[in-house]
């Protein structure tokens, strides 16, 4: 009994001594995130260019997934902030008689089915209210950290 008390005491000992030598190593702050600088910096906000234009000028991307949300195309400075009162999204985008139907080029992306509470009487669901939680506008961005997703064939 004894002696399995003293073997299991030295065990422990001993696979602790990993977790005691790295608790000794420091990681400097500059390599804690993506920016490599100093967490203690305040750097200047990156700059980025949305698509711009008029609804219905601009060319859709490819989606990044079959079931992504699409991307806003167009200008959205006069349209924010968009509030459960006031939405101009809706007065383009609440169109359920076109839903399922070809789009001709400038045409508006009808708001699915599953944004309304009655699609045959085009009674939006208001927890749907802010587009901008999964629409995003559109922008030429460098890629901060490389992918390998490949889309399925």
Known sequence: MRKTLLLSAVLASLLSLPAIAVQDQAIPDDALGLSKTSVYDVPDPYVVNYAGGDPG????????YHTAPPMIT??????????RDFNLCKDCHVQPDLIGKKLSAGMPIPAPASHYTNVKKGELYMGRWNCMQCHTPQAKVDVLVQSTFKKPK
């Open 74 to 83: 167009h200008t959205i400075n006069d349209m924010v902030p968009i509030t």
């Open 57 to 64: 000028t601009n060319k859709r991307l490819a989606k990044s």
